[in-house]
């Protein structure tokens, strides 16, 4: 992987064309790889790729840099609207010919689900698209861009970005109770990818740190609730308890980190978390409650002292 950056930065593309093909239709690693290969300058190197040699992958990683590049321009004070509308249109055109050229691959889609955050209904109707519908399911009436997720969901089923690009989707353009209602209703009964029980500990965090900037009423206690309670043992015992322990390096850092956190807060034994992180450590979402709690303690120290005290809270081999 890091050879594969270093060539893009050095204006070189054959190592991350093979790398890609490497990667073939293992499409979880095929995503994580491609949206790491994109996060950087390397846009002209990618074009050139494009342009050199035609291809899938080519098609695929030039949508994810486009995505990327969106997101970067809607976040940009800086940035008109005239000038995201522009690379806006280029990221969604290159979406649909990475789609064209490899129809199988999902993440053509879950980049549509990416760009998909940025645009309000202003936008969409400007453009002439209507990419949001609602579901027959009356449990769920939230309207959004349900028919990307099905795409990219029958080309890859449970896909994790997939489903995290849609609950994102709902916390930038839904009702402030939209993602939890999505991961409440994603986890009762319709999951294919038991990682994904992570949801609402995501939707709550999100929750989180938009109601309780610096230290507001309600912060020290937010986690204690049943409803957190139940969702974090529902990831804890029926997900990572499932996953055996040669593989724990394989999960994502971001879940386990959350869900130890989440596990602590709420007073439920938290150890297998921890362990399962090894030696690793990231500082998501120690350092964002630290921020709202306006607490000057390092993130690794806070994590230190959770991890230490769930430890000495481990049940004894064979008690």
Known sequence: ??????DLHMGRFAAAR???????????????????LA?????TTVRAWLAEEPSGDAAMLWARVLSEKAVDAKTNRACTSGQFDGVARLAWKACLDAAQMN??????????????????DVMLEKWRWQPLTRLADPTMNLRGPWQFLEEADRRAPGSREAYHRMREYFHCQGPESAPMAFSTWLVSGRLSNPELRMMPLYAGLESYLARHRDG????????????FRHYARQARDNWLALVPPVHHPRLEL?????????????????????????????????????????????????????????YRNRPLPGG
């Open 216 to 227: 507001s009423p309600g912060s020290l206690t937010y986690w204690r609730g049943e409803q």
């Open 254 to 310: 971001q879940d386990l980190s959350l869900l130890a956190y989440v596990l602590s807060a709420c007073g439920e034994p938290a150890w297998a978390a921890f362990e399962a992180m090894g030696s690793r450590m990231t500082p998501s979402p120690w350092l964002q409650v630290n921020q709202c709690l306006g607490r000057s303690l390092d993130w690794q120290q806070s994590f230190q002292q959770a991890r230490a005290a769930a």
């Open 103 to 120: 129809p199988h691959d999902p993440v053509p889609w879950i980049c549509q689900l990416r760009l998909l955050q940025l645009f309000d």
């Open 1 to 6: 992987m890091q050879a594969a950056l270093d």
């Open 39 to 43: 996060r950087g300058d390397h846009a």
């Open 18 to 36: 093979d790398l890609l093909a490497r990667t073939g239709a293992n499409w979880p690693l095929r995503g994580q790889r491609s949206l790491l």
